[in-house]
């Protein structure tokens, strides 16, 4: 495999026999995770009571940009293998998808975070506050939003850079086809505004579940260990903030075994965290497990016959 940054000359290549099987790892288990969150999708769209709940509807948004962003980033390493090296066009290109889909995240488990504590501490407000409408409305705007921490990029470039530039060939890393520091001094702010924002978010619907849980009944509790694992999603997700810092690390910490140690690294910071989101609701939530499990373990032509309470839906 092939890795490099704006300020290191450092490269590793592997041999062919090493880089075919690495290859073949991310691209099964790309495979595999794209199965499970495809038949979440399914699952979703093939039952209307999924289609109006806002909860499903926002997990189902992260399943998707999931998805996206494993699909890019994982063709992104396949091209480091394959070309090395590819046109600034198209690597601002390929970056698109995989830099929205990771701002999406944070912002869409805040959303989980307050439909949560809309719905325990402010039951008799969750069917005004929470409609079908108003859930897109905020998807539309977690879209506006993460667009605009990638388009200014995108004219910067163009104004600043020249024609050779966008047509010379680079390995495929943010940071070596953005060179302008206005850029990278913009993107320090804007995600550190987010992450403040989220993190806020969540601390705050989790302390109010936690308190609310103490009096409460099991849904509570259930709510607040689910806002839990939504933080935890979090750490994971900020992982790729700081993955450009953890190559250099590991460019100092690992000099004979660079490749083997970052290919680990995007293993755990890449791939590994999409399988979050399927475990938190694909398997504990137990109307979204009593439909899924027929589609698992019994194929497509299972027909589905138990209807979900109103309990269960909380």
Known sequence: MNFSSASSNVTARDDFSVAVSKNVIVAVLCIIINYINGTLIHTFN???????????????????????????????????????????????FLLLFTIIATQNTPMNLAGMAAE??????????????????????????????????????????????????????????????????????????YNTVLLVMVWSTLLYTYLKILFAAKSADGDAKKARNTILLHGFQLLLSMLTYVAQAFRQALYTWFPKNISDAIFVSYIFIQVLPRLISPIVYGLRDKTFRKYLQRYLLCGMRARINPQPTLKELQ
């Open 46 to 92: 093939k039952h209307q009571i999924f289609n109006v709940n806002p909860r499903y509807i926002l997990f189902i948004h992260l399943v998707v940009n999931d998805m996206m962003q494993l699909t890019s980033s994982v063709m992104l390493m396949l091209l480091s293998y394959i070309f090395y090296k590819i046109s600034v066009s198209l690597c601002c």
């Open 116 to 189: 949560c504590y809309i719905a325990i501490c402010l039951p008799l407000h969750h069917t005004t506050l929470c409609t079908v409408r108003r859930t897109y409305i905020l998807i539309g705007i977690i879209w506006f939003v993460s667009s605009m921490s990638y388009i200014p990029d995108i004219l910067i470039l163009l104004n600043t850079e020249s024609v050779e530039f966008l047509d010379s060939k680079i390995i495929c890393i943010r940071n070596n086809a953005f060179l302008n520091p206005l850029i990278r001094h913009k993107n320090n702010i």
